[in-house]
């Protein structure tokens, strides 16, 4: 089973920039779709973004459309989350899991294997 661990969270003011990075051991993700979720206090997972493993085809939730970039990089295991014009709504812990395939990546968001996360808080 592939394991994460996601970094690159931290406390950023409205309007700012970070990039998460997901590092997976315990299997190549060359075949593996991969998606960001996240919680926001109080709130239920949602998916965020996904990039397929096939022909790197990326989704995004209308929330992040135009400011959020996923990307990955094979040869280095990882998966990046580049988040643009943050808002005090994007705050939450983040995650990446591997869903079956990214057009039903928000489907079974309670199902997937997560790793620690990483805090992001958008705040002036």
């Known amino acids: 089973q592939v394991q994460f661990v996601e970094s690159g969270g931290g406390l950023v003011q409205p309007g700012g920039s970070l990039k998460l990075a997901c590092v997976a051991s315990g299997s190549r993700l060359d075949y593996y779709a991969v998606g960001w979720f996240r919680q926001a206090p109080g709130k239920e997972r949602e998916g965020v973004s996904c990039?397929?493993?096939?022909?790197?085809?990326?989704y995004y939730a209308d929330s992040v459309k135009g400011r959020y970039a996923i990307s990955r990089d094979n040869a280095k295991n990882t998966v990046y989350l580049q988040m643009n014009s943050l808002k005090p709504e994007d705050t939450g812990v983040y995650y990446c899991a591997t869903p079956t395939h990214c057009s039903v990546y928000t489907d079974y968001v309670s199902q997937y294997h997560y790793g620690q996360g990483t805090q992001v808080t958008v705040s002036s």
């Open positions: 990039i397929s493993y096939s022909d790197g085809t990326t």
